[in-house]
């Protein structure tokens, strides 16, 4: 299975996949609201980053208690199954499921065509 990675040597932080993954997923541009789980910020002069990709493990597939999580291809929400008892938060290894309105997102890489990865300037991001 694809999933996305990071060069970390390559990113300047600008948070432009955040943006664009926003518009995409939520129709706004509003970074916060990404589903995509890469945090940067400045410590001593250095340019840090958090980024919490999934790695396909489907721990937050198999402890939902609803079903409302599938691994297939990739990692998809069912909204309307979603209870929000945020279960596949706590148990995500990585941090990437996202607790949002009482409902669960987590990065679906855009079903196989991740904006984020053809938007970054820098090509930091690739979907191998």
């Known amino acids: ?11 300047l932080g600008c948070r432009l996949c955040a943006a664009v993954c926003s518009a995409y997923k939520e129709g706004e541009y509003r970074p916060s609201a990404a ?3 890469i945090e ?7 340019l840090v980053y958090d980024d919490h990709f999934c790695i396909l493990c489907g721990i937050c597939a198999k402890n939902c208690p609803v079903s409302a999580i ?3 291809e990739y990692l998809t929400v069912d909204h309307a199954k979603c209870i929000g008892c945020g279960t ?6 990585k ?11 987590i990065c679906d ?3 196989g065509d991740p904006h984020c990865v053809k938007t970054c300037p820098q090509n930091a991001l690739t979907f191998a």
Request: glycine share 2%.
């Open 1 to 11: 299975m694809k999933r996305l990675k990071l060069d970390k040597s390559k990113c």
């Open 95 to 105: 941090k990437t499921v996202r607790l949002r309105d009482k409902k669960s997102y």
């Open 40 to 46: 940067s910020h400045y410590a001593d002069g250095e």
């Open 35 to 37: 589903r995509l789980a």
């Open 88 to 93: 596949c938060a706590a148990k995500c290894p």
């Open 109 to 111: 890489t855009c079903l």
């Open 70 to 72: 599938s691994l297939d």
